[in-house]
Each structure stands twice: as C-alpha cells, then as structure tokens.
C-alpha cells in the first residue's frame, strides 16, 4: 500500500464530512468555507491539512504563524488557559479577511527568534475553501466561524516519538514541549472540551 493510499484511509472520516459539506444544499451557495484542525502535537494535522488542501484546492492557515511575541508573554497572559496564541491578530488579520472574501495578508511568527518576521510577509489570494490548522484553531475566541471541525488525536508515546523526530533530536526543544507546551494544549483541550465538541475525530493510531 502506496503512501497515498495510507492517507486516504487515515483521513477517510475527513475527507467524507468535507464531502457532505460540500454536496450539502445548505452550503451550496456560501462562497467562504472555513474548515478547523485541531489537535495534540505530532498528531498528524499539519500532513492532514497539506493533504486536503491538494484534494480540494484549498488554502492553509498555520496557527504556528501566531504564538505570542516574547514581549507579550506576560505572566498574566501565559496563565491564561489557550492564552499562548495570539488569538486577537489571528481573528485580525486571517479570520475576518476570510469571512468577506478578501485576501488574506499577514507575517508569520518565526519561534526560533520569538517576532514576527515582518520581511516574510504571505498574501494569501482568496479561495472558497480554506483550512485553519494547529492546535488553538478551535479557541472560543473565535466564537463559532466554522462549517467543520476536525480534531486529531495521538497516544502519548507516538507523540512523543513524532515531536522527537520533527524537531531533530533536539533536547532543549523537546523540553519544552513536555513541560510546557504539551501541558498547556491539554489544559485547553480539557476546559473548552474540543474533541468532544469537533465534528471529526482521526486518530493517529488507527
């Protein structure tokens, strides 16, 4: 079995609700289809996110490109559960341009050098279906924007050995994802419930 094929059958239960979506009379005529990606780290949304975008022609938001600049990481802010992305500029500059249909221009955040890179600065030219992915992309700051929620799940043991592998072996990062970033993703999975609230649910064990 080829790698495409291991894909389609992973990401059979999304490929399926965009299906129904897209052939939904209700949608037919919505010229902004907004799709969220949601999930633990080393899940598997980022590789779902490239591949649905290839099947349906559709643009990707990384939520990656907006975690807090180091001067907004207040303590205040970073006890806040959900508080660590920059959820106001990404409602900004990404959510409501798509919500009219416009393009979409914004500059990423680099989390090697903590700003944001203003001389990497993406427009994004508008498409009917457009994909939000990582985790935060479901926060309750955004209210309810989507027409389908996908929530990507993994053991602990294969998150580990996916983040090790992503990040090279790098013994400061994976620190930090296991006291800080993976702790703070399973708080706000927790409080705001996500995988019991999204649509669709792909485990990567599956």
């Known amino acids: 079995m080829d790698t495409i094929d291991i894909k389609e059958r992973r990401f059979a239960p999304a ?15 919505e010229e902004v289809i907004l ?17 649905l975008a290839e099947k349906y022609d559709a643009n990707v938001f990384h939520m990656d490109d907006f975690f807090l600049q180091e001067s907004q990481r207040t ?9 660590n992305v920059d959820y106001e ?10 919500w009219y249909g416009d393009d979409v221009v914004y500059r990423p955040f680099n989390c090697k050098t903590m700003v944001i890179e203003k001389e990497k600065e993406q427009v994004i030219k508008h498409k009917r279906i457009n994909i939000i992915e990582g985790s935060y992309s479901l926060h309750p ?17 294969n998150q580990i050995a996916n983040i090790t592998a992503r990040i090279s072996d790098d013994p400061e990062m994976l620190s930090k994802f296991k006291d800080i970033w993976i702790p ?6 927790e409080k705001n419930k996500t ?12």
Do not use: H
């Open 184 to 189: 703070k993703e399973n708080e706000y999975f």
């Open 141 to 157: 700051y955004f209210g309810e924007p989507y027409q389908l929620k996908i929530f990507c799940d993994i053991d602990p043991e």
């Open 15 to 29: 490929i399926e609700a965009i299906n129904d979506l897209l052939s939904d009379e209700e949608y037919m005529d």
């Open 89 to 98: 500029r990404f409602r900004e500059e990404v959510l409501i341009p798509l």
């Open 75 to 83: 303590p205040e802010r970073m006890a806040e559960i959900g508080g």
């Open 195 to 206: 995988s019991e609230n999204s649509d669709v649910y792909i485990d990567w064990n599956d």
């Open 35 to 51: 799709i969220a990606i949601d999930g633990r780290s080393g899940s598997g949304k980022t590789r779902l996110a490239a591949f």
